[in-house]
């Protein structure tokens, strides 16, 4: 499966972004979606997961500036990203897993996804 992400940006602090995800090829069954963040000199981080189910657990940071949706009939995972701040400043990934069950802090764990897409650059300046 490969997974295509659309949109990057450099904005100043307090705009909105958008990116969205689509998955190509062959699928396996995948019951979570989410995204990631990587900063320099930090560990990847979990933005938000879509699961199977429509739950959409979301990291502290990004709760109430954070949307994370997915569009069904173009396969399409998307990230709304509001309010902006210099320290979302990082470059942003999409993750799938065929793991169904993830519990807790597995459902924003790097580790617990087995498909990445690339990368996107997020700059937000002051």
């Known amino acids: 499966v490969q997974l295509a992400v659309f949109g990057r940006g450099s904005v100043q602090a307090g705009v909105s972004l958008r990116f969205s995800c689509v998955a190509t090829g062959a699928t396996p069954r995948t019951y979570w979606l989410a995204w990631f963040r990587q900063s320099p000199q930090k560990e990847r981080e979990g933005v938000a997961a879509?699961?199977?189910?429509?739950?959409?657990p979301y990291a502290d940071f990004a709760k109430g500036r954070f949307t994370i949706s997915k569009d069904i009939s173009k396969n399409t995972l998307l990230l709304q990203m509001n309010s902006l701040k210099p320290e979302d400043t990082a470059v942003y990934y999409c993750?799938?897993?065929?793991?169904?069950?993830?519990?807790?802090?597995?459902?924003?764990?790097?580790?617990?996804?087995?498909?990445w897409g690339p990368g996107t650059q997020v700059t937000v300046a002051p």
């Open positions: 879509f699961a199977y189910d429509g739950r959409t």
């Open positions: 993750a799938s897993t065929s793991i169904l069950r993830l519990f807790g802090s597995q459902r924003l764990r790097a580790s617990e996804y087995e498909f």
